[in-house]
């Protein structure tokens, strides 16, 4: 599976080589801001996915003694740097657009450059589509992250195409630059959201609220035949996902009995998802009132 993302992301290095040749050609014919702030987000692309890229491998590592569990969390570490490349790429093409708003100056070539700008972009919504759609599938930030980088830039050419066609008919020049700060600041919200999310990851946010409830009502199926749960934990760390909880079962269970029932109830839990599972449950007899003592950790538990 691992191997597979690897190859998603030499996709999305492809596809940033491509379309910075095409858009850096735009610009260099046009000297449209517009443009050239298009060709700088696929700069930003072709950095992120190579971040990308290193992290995959990294996440991809196996256990060992520094990291009992993995290292899937490197994941976050390459969503946050594209987060924060996006919001810098942004920053600067507001830059560049202000300086073209002080400075306004006719288009050349637009026939041209505006076909070279489709043709990047029609690229670039392809491979956005295909990360986006297999990210979220296999829980994957840093595909999808990746995913969506690509589709701030397919917004970014459609809002500079859009300018551009514009100023083509009308000569109002300035358009341009307006357009490029309208759609920078549309980047830098995708930006925050990417951050966002990579901050709740390393945070050990749990799963979301769909899954987790799909747990517990299995769980909760139990209840008629005297077995029940508490202290029900979940994280997300990466593609992986941790699950664990104490299980309170009947008090004339024989160890063997309740160890294969904890068994085949781990195995359950782990075949709801399609991404990497780890189920661990602390058994304990359901007649001892000690049993029912929450885990030792502050947190907020619900009555």
Same mark, same amino acid.
Request: aromatic share 8%.
């Given at each position: 599976?691992?191997n597979k993302f690897q190859?998603?992301?030499?996709?999305?290095i492809g596809?940033a080589?491509?379309?910075?040749?095409?858009k850096f050609?735009?610009?260099?014919i046009?000297?449209?801001v517009?443009?050239y702030?298009?060709?700088?987000? =696929?700069?930003? *692309? !072709? +950095?992120? &996915?190579?971040?990308a890229l290193?992290?995959?491998?990294?996440?991809a590592?196996p %256990?060992?003694k520094?990291?009992?569990?993995?290292h899937?969390?490197?994941?976050?570490?390459?969503s946050?740097?594209?987060?924060a490349?996006?919001?810098i790429?942004?920053?600067?093409?507001?830059?560049s657009?202000?300086?073209r708003?002080?400075h306004p100056?006719p288009l050349?070539n637009?026939?041209?450059g505006?076909?070279f700008s489709?043709?990047? =972009?029609l690229? *670039? !919504? +392809?491979? &956005?589509i295909?990360?986006?759609k297999?990210?979220?599938?296999?829980h994957?930030? %840093?595909v999808?992250?990746?995913g969506?980088?690509l589709m701030t830039?397919?917004?970014?050419?459609a809002?500079?195409i859009?300018?551009?066609?514009?100023v083509?008919?009308?000569?109002?020049?300035?358009?341009?630059p307006?357009?490029?700060i309208?759609v920078?600041i549309?980047i830098i919200?995708?930006g925050?959201?990417l951050?966002?999310?990579?901050?709740s990851?390393?945070m050990d946010a749990?799963?979301?609220?769909t899954?987790?409830?799909k747990?517990?009502?299995?769980?909760?199926?139990?209840?008629?035949r005297?077995?029940s749960y508490h202290?029900?934990?979940?994280?997300q760390?990466g593609q992986?996902i941790f699950?664990?909880?104490h299980?309170?079962?009947?008090n004339?269970w024989?160890?063997k009995?309740?160890h294969?029932?904890?068994?085949?109830l781990?195995?359950?839990?782990?075949k709801?998802?399609?991404?990497?599972?780890?189920v661990?449950?602390?058994i304990?007899?359901?007649?001892?009132?000690?049993?029912?003592?929450?885990?030792?950790?502050?947190?907020?538990?619900?009555k």
């Amino acid at each position: 599976m691992q191997n597979k993302f690897q190859r998603y992301i030499y996709l999305s290095i492809g596809a940033a080589i491509s379309t910075i040749l095409l858009k850096f050609y735009a610009f260099y014919i046009t000297g449209s801001v517009g443009f050239y702030s298009d060709a700088l987000e =696929s700069i930003v *692309n !072709l +950095v992120g &996915a190579v971040v990308a890229l290193i992290m995959l491998i990294i996440s991809a590592k196996p %256990a060992d003694k520094s990291h009992n569990f993995g290292h899937t969390k490197a994941e976050y570490f390459s969503s946050t740097i594209e987060g924060a490349l996006i919001i810098i790429a942004a920053v600067s093409i507001i830059w560049s657009a202000i300086l073209r708003l002080i400075h306004p100056r006719p288009l050349d070539n637009l026939n041209i450059g505006i076909l070279f700008s489709v043709g990047a =972009s029609l690229i *670039n !919504l +392809v491979v &956005a589509i295909i990360l986006i759609k297999n990210g979220k599938k296999h829980h994957s930030i %840093a595909v999808e992250a990746d995913g969506k980088h690509l589709m701030t830039d397919v917004i970014t050419s459609a809002g500079v195409i859009i300018a551009i066609l514009i100023v083509k008919f009308t000569n109002i020049y300035i358009l341009d630059p307006i357009i490029a700060i309208l759609v920078a600041i549309n980047i830098i919200y995708t930006g925050y959201q990417l951050i966002n999310k990579s901050v709740s990851g390393l945070m050990d946010a749990s799963i979301s609220d769909t899954d987790l409830e799909k747990v517990s009502a299995y769980l909760d199926s139990f209840k008629d035949r005297n077995i029940s749960y508490h202290s029900l934990m979940t994280r997300q760390a990466g593609q992986r996902i941790f699950i664990s909880l104490h299980l309170l079962v009947p008090n004339f269970w024989t160890i063997k009995e309740a160890h294969d029932f904890a068994e085949e109830l781990e195995q359950n839990i782990e075949k709801m998802f399609d991404t990497p599972v780890n189920v661990t449950t602390h058994i304990e007899p359901n007649d001892d009132p000690a049993s029912f003592n929450d885990i030792k950790i502050d947190r907020k538990v619900k009555k």
